[in-house]
């Protein structure tokens, strides 16, 4: 999916550079120039200086999603100041359109980039017939923290310290803990800052897509096997189609993800499992509702969707198919399913429509 939505951006940047590069001449600056076409070749120099200014802060991605929001705002704006202008009859004496396009882009962006960037506290309470024997359970947990994309160790270890305060009981990482560019180093402390995490249960770990690595150990020195070793030395369990009994009828269920090929069925999994038994399930993509409903599990905890990102994907994973849920809380006949916007990004520095979040959730009888 992210592949369509990325070639998607790359063609509106490619079409909408002329849009830009045409309307910035009718800035003063450039409007005053008795030459057409040098007016143009100035803006469209403009143009290139500015987006490879930002292709250097934040890569392609980056830049991209800045320009095809300038495009989009500066597109809306030509057409409200046009119909404007035919109801005055009367020119505007100066460019408002660009003007406000500029602004607001401008605004809207770093609203985006503060809500990726600051973690917010989200609170679920859940009532499950199967926690009988027990009293009230916190699990507190993230997804998506692809260390190194919106920060590094030493931030991470920060909000270690706010998850610590918690109390939790049990804590869940639900996969893509690290990405393609984290370094060796970020995964070493990133790992060191998760032993420090005090719980009654433990801090259990699954796979997402991004942590094995799309492009081999030599990328970024370290593979799946020295993540897992890591992990495991810093006092995480890391589960890969695994149940483990956590205190008498409460097991997690940590699943392999959806993109390897060897991953159990649901089925198969909780075989040995108890129908009385009180079944949390830690499942990177949210792709699989059916069969974990079917199989009566309480509660299902995934990543990867990021919440949808940015207005307007938002929602596109559900249109397409590729995901049950996008974000927040579902609940189908006994199982409850929350998917977790992610403690971080992966590729782009702006989350508009959501917000980056560690989860706390209360499992109550």
């Known amino acids: 999916m992210w592949f369509l939505i990325l070639g998607g951006m790359f063609l509106a940047t490619l079409l909408g550079f002329s849009f830009i590069v045409l309307k910035t001449t009718k800035f003063s600056l450039l409007k005053q120039w008795k030459h057409k076409k040098m007016a143009l070749v100035l803006s469209a120099i403009l143009w290139i200086f500015i987006l490879s200014a930002l292709t250097y802060w934040g890569g392609p991605w980056n830049m991209m999603a800045s320009f095809i929001h300038l495009l989009v705002f500066w597109m809306i704006f030509e057409l409200i100041f046009t119909v404007i202008q035919k109801l005055r009859r009367k020119k505007f004496e100066k460019y408002h359109a660009g003007r406000l396009a500029l602004v607001v882009t401008v605004c809207y962006l770093a609203v985006g980039m503060f809500f990726a ?118 006092k995480v369990i890391v589960l890969e189609d695994e149940t483990v009994n956590l205190d008498k009828n409460l097991y997690l269920c940590g699943r392999q993800d959806a993109s390897e090929s060897n991953r159990m069925s649901m089925k198969e999994i909780m075989q040995e499992i108890s129908e009385d038994a009180c079944v949390v399930v830690l499942d990177h993509q949210p792709n699989d509702y059916d069969a974990e409903e079917e199989c009566k599990v309480d509660l299902v905890i995934s990543g990867h969707t990021h919440g949808g990102q940015m207005i307007p994907i938002l929602k596109a994973g559900e249109w397409l198919g590729v995901n049950d849920m996008t974000y927040g809380y579902a609940k189908r006949n006994l199982t409850n399913f929350i998917v977790s916007s992610g403690i971080s990004d992966w590729a782009l520095k702006f989350k508009t429509g959501c917000f980056s979040e560690y989860f706390v959730i209360n499992l109550l009888k």
């Open 117 to 234: 960037h600051h973690v917010f506290r989200t609170t679920y309470d859940i009532k499950t017939e199967h926690v009988t024997e027990l009293d009230a359970i916190k699990i507190v947990g993230f997804s998506d923290s692809h260390i190194g994309a919106t920060f590094h160790a030493d931030q991470f270890k920060k909000y270690i310290e706010k998850m610590n305060q918690e109390n939790p009981d049990l804590v869940v990482i639900a996969g893509d803990f690290v990405d393609d560019d984290s370094s060796y180093e970020d995964m070493v402390g990133a790992c060191e800052a998760l032993s420090h995490l005090k719980t009654k249960y433990g801090v259990y770990y699954v796979y997402g897509n991004h942590d094995a690595g799309y492009y081999g150990k030599e990328h970024r020195g370290y593979g799946k096997e020295e993540l897992a070793q890591c992990l495991k030395k810093n």
